[in-house]
């Protein structure tokens, strides 16, 4: 049974800076990616980044890229999100998430099957 942990979450300012972490077990070879989803108050869930555990290759959303950057620890099996440049538009509850899909793009942009928890973000001065 695959398990996620996600870590990270605070409230910072904006233009700070927060590391989230997704501790993962569980997982089997079929699962080829896994990233990061938000979901704001009154808005729909977002994918925001994800990567492929085969190759490394990744997918950001227009509203991160340049700021965000996923990476993952294999021999933690645990998957990052280095979140830089804050806004108060990127104020949510994020998951980490992960599914059989081979392409990251796919798995940001679909509803993947199995989900953490979730971490809350707050940017606010």
């Known amino acids: 049974q695959v398990q996620l942990v996600e870590s990270g979450g605070a409230l910072v300012q904006p233009g700070g800076s927060l590391r989230l972490s997704c501790a993962a077990s569980?997982?089997?070879?079929?699962?080829?990616?896994i990233g990061w989803f938000r979901q704001a108050p009154g808005k729909e869930r977002e994918g925001v980044s994800c990567?492929?555990?085969?190759?490394?290759?990744?997918y950001y959303s227009n509203s991160v890229k340049g700021r965000f950057t996923i990476s993952r620890d294999n021999a933690k099996d645990t998957v990052y999100l280095q979140m830089n440049s804050l806004k108060p538009e990127d104020t949510g509850v994020y998951y980490c998430?992960?599914?059989?899909?081979?392409?990251?793009?796919?798995?940001?942009?679909?509803?993947?099957?199995?989900w953490g928890q979730g971490t809350q973000v707050t940017v606010s001065s």
């Open positions: 998430a992960t599914d059989y899909w081979d392409l990251p793009r796919t798995l940001c942009t679909n509803s993947p099957r199995a």
């Open positions: 569980g997982l089997t070879l079929d699962y080829n990616a």
């Open positions: 990567i492929s555990n085969k190759d490394g290759s990744t």
